[in-house]
């Protein structure tokens, strides 16, 4: 049986392939506060501003690719059981050919109701003021915004708990609940964490090893110390 490998993903490797992150810019996203397009208030206060700056996060969604992090993560699963947790809201571990893919943030080419949790649709265009779902209610991206709850959060921790190995890339490891899912892990998985400015870690109880590399440098430098090991 292949060993089970869970990834954690943040922002760090979607950056690689240019899109950015609003934690490198003060505060700010694309010249936003993220509290006025990233939270339930800011979507009361201006719904349209909210679509139309996820409208632009789309459109720049089909215009990058994934990186080179992204396609060995990919390979990976020809050796390992991968299972990939992501805060991205983007699709380029998808793009790259993983085929395990849960988004606790949600996905930026989904929108749901907003009286109907359940109801989620595809969505690949713009979203405006008057697309609504069947019963007239208006539509918003499938997004998790500050100050919601993470319902994919449950699912992230079962699979993490049957981990052999944890690997977290390219977070900074600020956002909770995400931050804390490597603590679900069984304490012998080792965890490995690739980021070229790594936060520290505290009261973690597993084996961690630092690889302060981007993640286009460091997937690939783990890839080789797993498939060496794997075949030892």
């Given at each position: 049986m292949k060993k089970k490998l869970v990834v954690l993903t943040g922002a760090g490797i979607s950056a690689e392939s240019g899109i950015k992150t609003f934690r490198d810019a003060d505060g700010l996203w694309e010249g936003h506060n993220v509290m006025d397009v990233a939270s339930p208030d800011g979507w009361q206060r201006n719904k349209e501003l909210v679509l139309d700056f996820y409208n632009q996060r789309r459109r720049q969604l089909h215009e990058v690719k994934p990186n080179k992090g992204h396609f060995v993560l990919a390979e990976l699963e020809n050796d390992f059981e991968v299972n990939i947790i992501t805060q991205n809201v983007d699709n380029l571990h998808e793009q790259a050919g993983s085929t395990k893919v849960l988004h606790l943030h949600g996905e930026l080419l989904k929108v749901r109701s907003t009286k109907n949790e359940e109801y989620i649709l595809d969505w690949k265009e713009d979203l405006i003021l008057g697309d609504v779902d069947?019963?007239?209610?208006?539509?918003?991206?499938?997004?998790?915004?500050?100050?919601?709850?993470?319902?994919?959060?449950?699912?992230?921790?079962?699979?993490?708990?049957?981990?052999?190995?944890?690997?977290?890339?390219?977070?900074?490891?600020?956002?909770?609940?995400?931050?804390?899912?490597?603590?679900?892990?069984?304490?012998?998985?080792?965890?490995?964490?690739?980021?070229?400015?790594?936060?520290?870690?505290?009261?973690?109880?597993?084996?961690?090893?630092?690889?302060?590399?981007?993640?286009t440098e460091g997937v690939p430098f783990l890839r080789e110390k797993l498939i060496v090991k794997f075949k030892s």
């Open positions: 069947d019963s007239g209610n208006q539509l918003r991206p499938h997004i998790v915004w500050f100050g919601e709850m993470v319902p994919a959060f449950e699912e992230a921790i079962n699979i993490i708990e049957l981990a052999d190995y944890v690997v977290v890339i390219g977070t900074s490891l600020q956002v909770y609940p995400a931050a804390s899912l490597m603590h679900y892990a069984n304490p012998e998985a080792k965890v490995f964490y690739i980021d070229p400015r790594p936060a520290s870690i505290t009261n973690l109880q597993n084996p961690l090893e630092v690889i302060a590399m981007n993640a």
